[in-house]
């Protein structure tokens, strides 16, 4: 058994359980892949315990059977791209606060191979986002597990994105931005402008403007296998686009074209835990 670990950099409080992982694995013969980043953290905190890793490496050139993401939702992310199509099953734990995308605490990290024996989880396949955007360059990665974002580029003016889904047109959003996710990035930055919450296992798009400036504007939800066509316009002459957070910016009248990935990212999810407990535990819901 291989197994790939991603993390954030701050695990001072985590690393020792950290380490107690690391030598669970060792004893039990399995095979460790880390990210760099993570590595040279730790190097500083647990140094004895990284004896134990095998391989280091930044690139996605490697084969696993499974991925552990240490910290939050944003690690989460930055793992599914790390992995990005190799159908590499991702199981978050929890270092950070909200952590929405993980399924553990960390201390449940040490026991992970006994629960993973013992068939705790369960798989669930997400869809991505795909932006067809040669015009960023072949070393943009063009997929998103959370949501594509159309913001201003430092400027107060409105941004008017004509919006068309599978060739017909929907008309122009007036906002100060607009949003697709998907249905796991629906508790995200969706949630924030009003959005719907849409089970993550359902196969939907939702169009979301931000700060609307027409009341009649309302977020949309549309087949997951529709293509969707944004082209903004404005007074500035650019316009900031974002997948998860990572950001470029184009010109004004840019065709824009997103539709599914033809991969999913595999999440893994404790077999007991339901969507309903995610909402209870991590938003409140229905808690007074």
Same mark, same amino acid.
């Given at each position: 058994?291989?197994?790939?670990?991603y993390?954030?950099?701050?695990?001072?409080?985590a690393?020792?359980?950290?380490a107690?992982?690391?030598?669970?694995?060792?004893s039990?013969?399995v095979?460790?892949v880390?990210h760099?980043k993570?590595y040279?953290?730790?190097?500083?905190v647990?140094?004895?315990?990284?004896?134990?890793v095998?391989?280091v490496?930044?690139?996605?050139?490697f @084969?696993? /059977?499974?991925a +552990?993401?240490?910290?939050?939702?944003?690690?989460? #992310?930055r793992?599914?791209m790390? &992995?990005? !199509?190799?159908q590499?099953?991702?199981v978050?734990?929890?270092t950070?606060?909200?952590?929405?995308?993980?399924?553990?605490?960390i201390g449940?990290?040490?026991?992970?191979?006994?629960?993973?024996a013992?068939?705790?989880?369960?798989?669930?396949?997400?869809?991505?986002?795909?932006?067809?955007a040669?015009?960023?360059?072949?070393?943009?990665y063009?997929y998103?597990?959370?949501?594509?974002?159309?913001t201003?580029?430092d400027t107060?003016?409105?941004?008017?994105a004509?919006?068309?889904?599978?060739g017909?047109?929907?008309?122009?959003?007036?906002?100060d931005?607009l949003?697709?996710?998907?249905?796991t990035?629906?508790?995200?930055?969706?949630l924030?402008?009003?959005?719907p919450i849409?089970?993550p @296992?359902? /196969?939907v798009h +939702?169009?979301?403007p931000?700060a609307?400036h027409? #009341?009649?504007?309302r977020p949309? &939800?549309? !087949?997951?296998?529709?293509?969707i066509?944004?082209?903004?316009?404005?007074?500035?002459?650019?316009?900031?686009?974002?997948?998860d957070g990572?950001?470029a910016?184009?010109?004004?009248?840019?065709?824009?074209?997103?539709?599914k990935?033809p991969f999913?990212?595999?999440?893994?999810?404790?077999?007991?835990?339901?969507?309903?407990?995610?909402?209870?535990?991590?938003?409140?819901w229905?808690i007074?």
């Amino acid at each position: 058994m291989r197994i790939a670990i991603y993390g954030s950099r701050r695990q001072q409080e985590a690393a020792p359980t950290v380490a107690r992982f690391l030598e669970t694995l060792h004893s039990k013969g399995v095979e460790t892949v880390m990210h760099r980043k993570l590595y040279r953290h730790l190097l500083e905190v647990i140094p004895e315990s990284l004896t134990h890793v095998g391989t280091v490496t930044e690139t996605p050139r490697f @084969t696993a /059977d499974m991925a +552990v993401s240490l910290g939050g939702d944003g690690t989460f #992310l930055r793992t599914a791209m790390w &992995v990005a !199509d190799k159908q590499i099953p991702i199981v978050g734990v929890n270092t950070g606060h909200l952590g929405y995308l993980t399924s553990l605490t960390i201390g449940q990290l040490p026991s992970l191979l006994d629960m993973v024996a013992s068939d705790r989880f369960r798989i669930e396949r997400r869809s991505l986002i795909h932006l067809d955007a040669p015009f960023l360059g072949e070393h943009f990665y063009p997929y998103a597990l959370n949501e594509f974002a159309l913001t201003r580029e430092d400027t107060a003016s409105m941004i008017s994105a004509r919006v068309s889904v599978d060739g017909v047109d929907l008309g122009d959003y007036r906002a100060d931005g607009l949003l697709v996710c998907t249905s796991t990035g629906s508790t995200a930055y969706n949630l924030s402008v009003g959005g719907p919450i849409v089970q993550p @296992t359902v /196969d939907v798009h +939702v169009i979301a403007p931000v700060a609307a400036h027409s #009341l009649a504007m309302r977020p949309l &939800v549309v !087949d997951g296998a529709a293509e969707i066509a944004i082209v903004p316009s404005g007074r500035a002459n650019r316009v900031r686009l974002a997948l998860d957070g990572r950001s470029a910016d184009v010109d004004m009248g840019t065709r824009i074209c997103l539709s599914k990935a033809p991969f999913k990212v595999l999440v893994m999810q404790l077999a007991d835990h339901t969507f309903a407990d995610a909402l209870r535990e991590k938003l409140h819901w229905g808690i007074s």
